[in-house]
């Protein structure tokens, strides 16, 4: 069956539009395809992290999958680091790709801001490790939100070339598909109506576990108290909700509001508005706030009971790197032959 993969970082605090944009598509995917989630550790270091606050955060992520429903005996659970082959291709990746192309990454620009020369060259190679986290596995299909996508196409990019420059060795080996591809090409799976929740303070800025005010994300470890405080505070113009989907155009705030309460309900913006427009966000928000609590509260009291105890994370951890270890030594086997490493 094709096969899914999808990673997250330990960077801090997980929050609302890495649940809707992500982890909560990883579940329905579980029935149809072989499905492997990762906690990408290594992706983090690319910006400094205490040690401490990265083994928290590891533990985290793995809670919020299990806890959302990822069922780690029917998929694969794993932190990064503990499959060596992710850094072993990522530098073959390095060697194929260009600096060029790096260059062009919005992901990196955002992040590295007017301080290019001084960010690590990890966070420059970044695009690079996620080629590999997705290609050792040979990997199709990836749901991630919409600020992925053209880490996806560089993705491609890179798999194509890889396959290019090395189609003689491909083929001698007969390791190639019909078409005589070594790696797939991979498609993102982006859907629905949170595919980018915004930032709670600015409807132009992505809601970010880096984002330094921790009132622009809703935690996915808040409490009910505190999920209602960030939405009643959240921005918004003065002007009531609109009756049509088209009100929202020049609204960056108010359609983010509107999407997320769509997304939680899974109805449509329009549903949303033939329910709300014309009403203001005095009756609005409040709603959106309970409707976020009642999502929500599961989520994070599963995610509480599972840090409660972190040896049985960690032991889930093991266990999925095992058999991840299975299916990446075996492509990485093949790597070492088509380029021309001695083994
Ligand atoms: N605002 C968002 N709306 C929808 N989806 C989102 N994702 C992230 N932010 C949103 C999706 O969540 C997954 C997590 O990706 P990541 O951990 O690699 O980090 P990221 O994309 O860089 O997101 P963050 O949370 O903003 O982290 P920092 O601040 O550390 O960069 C991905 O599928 C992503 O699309």
Excluded at 134 to 154: F, M, N, R, S
Excluded at 180 to 204: C, E, H, K, N
Excluded at 264 to 273: G, P
């Amino acid at each position: 069956s094709p096969r899914v993969f999808s990673g997250i970082q330990p960077s801090g605090d997980l929050h609302l539009g890495n649940y809707l944009g992500a982890i909560r598509r990883f579940v329905p995917l579980q029935d149809t395809h072989e499905t492997i989630y990762c906690v990408v550790d290594m992706h983090a270091i690319t910006v400094w992290q205490e040690p401490e606050a990265l083994r928290r955060a590891t533990r985290e992520v793995a809670a919020a999958f299990i806890a959302a429903g990822v069922d780690p005996k029917r998929s694969i659970v794993f932190n990064q680091s503990q499959v060596v082959q992710h850094a072993e291709l990522a530098w073959v990746f390095n060697c194929i790709a260009r600096i060029g192309w790096m260059n062009r990454m919005t992901q990196f620009k955002d992040k590295a801001g007017k301080n290019s020369e001084n960010v690590s060259l990890g966070l420059l190679a970044y695009p690079s490790l996620m080629a590999a986290d997705i290609l050792l596995y040979k990997a199709t299909q990836v749901p991630v939100g919409d600020d992925q996508k053209q880490h996806l196409e560089l993705t491609r990019d890179i798999a194509a070339k890889f396959n290019n420059d090395y189609a003689a060795a491909i083929a001698a080996r007969d390791l190639g598909n019909a078409e005589g591809q070594f790696f797939p090409m991979t498609d993102p799976l982006i859907a629905g109506p949170a595919t980018r929740i915004m930032s709670l303070r600015d409807g132009t800025k992505k809601m970010s576990k880096s984002d330094p005010s921790d009132q622009s994300r809703i935690s996915l470890l808040d409490d009910a108290d505190a999920i209602a405080k960030k939405i009643k505070k959240a921005t918004t113009d003065p002007a009531e909700l609109p009756v049509e989907l088209e009100g929202l155009k020049a609204r960056p705030e108010a359609d983010n509001l509107v999407g997320i309460y769509a997304a939680l309900s899974d109805k449509t913006k329009a549903e949303v508005l033939a329910e709300f427009g014309g009403q203001g966000w005095g009756k609005f928000k409040p709603a959106l706030a309970e409707l976020a609590v009642t999502v929500l509260a599961p989520m994070s009291g599963g995610m509480r009971r599972l840090l409660d105890d972190p040896e049985t994370i960690d032991a889930v951890l093991r266990e999925g790197a095992g058999r991840a270890s299975a299916i990446a030594e075996k492509t990485m086997a093949d790597v070492r032959d088509i380029v021309g490493f001695i083994r």
